[in-house]
């Protein structure tokens, strides 16, 4: 199905940013929606990095071309967004936070659990690569949902957020939702069917929320500014989302319904305009295009 979405390039944007002033609660006066947004940075490099392993195990199975093209495109994309987002590590350890312990069980979790456990040649790989393949398009479909939302909320501006975290976020959640298909139609061009998109989509859902939500709980508990002062709730995350600062987790149950439905595509889903309108005003980006 040719769309929009499948007649971008998606070119690799070489950002960087100075992460030298950047305070522990970099939006004021929310320790809570800084530090689930902070657990982004510890769960994004091992997750992109394993995106790009698995691709790079399926691009032999694939016999479109164009989706070929696709692909290589999403893997330099996603690469940066890895290094993009471990760069912040160090400025996090020198404010106070002892972040090893998460990147250490990110490092388990995609690295020993959520890879293949056959050599190539065996008849089983493909299948497994398939699976694979299944849980990030889930992956992606939430992602890119966060993302058209951190799109679409002046709230994080007007609550004095660090300007250059913002643009990474929002660079980050642009490329997002304009890759928002591809992982998806890698997933049907190895199995059009629908009872593993279905399945793989509610498992993805409960570990990343238990992720997302053991990641900020931990970063709360080890703030040497709130010594155990204020713990993580579901509550102030929903008074947050509420006041635009973290996303609705109602949209994300929405967007997982909508996901669901046998004729779905993120075409139909996903608005490229405004992530491309950010791409182009992106100070990072920008200064990428410009080397």
Known sequence: MTTPHTALRHLPRDVHFDWSDLPLHWVPNEPQVTHTLNTLHLLFPEGERWFCR?????????????LRERLYGFIGQ??????AHEEVHGRLRDLGLDIDPYLRQ???????ILTPRDEPSSPHYREQVTELVALIAAVEHFTATVGA???????????????AMLD?????????????????????HLDPG????????????VSMFSLLTRGARYLMSIDPELRGSVRFSLRAHRDAARRGLLWPLASLGSSAL??????????LD???RPALAYLARSPAARAADQL
């Not at 990110?106 to 020993?112: D, K, L, P, S, Y």
């Open 168 to 188: 990474l976020l929002r660079w980050h959640c642009a490329e997002e939702v304009e890759h928002s298909s591809v992982a998806f139609d890698l997933l049907t």
């Open 78 to 83: 996603e690469a940066i967004h890895a290094r």
């Open 106 to 112: 990110m490092e388990f979790h995609f690295r020993e």
């Open 270 to 272: 996903f608005d490229l």
């Open 194 to 205: 629908y009872a593993r998109r279905l399945r793989t989509a509610a498992l993805t859902g």
């Open 54 to 66: 698995v691709f790079q195990q399926a691009l032999p199975m694939v016999t479109d071309e164009r």
């Open 258 to 267: 909508r996901y669901a439905r046998p004729k779905y595509h993120p075409s």
């Open 149 to 163: 939302w951190a799109l679409d909320t002046p709230a994080l501006d007007s609550a004095g957020a660090h300007p």
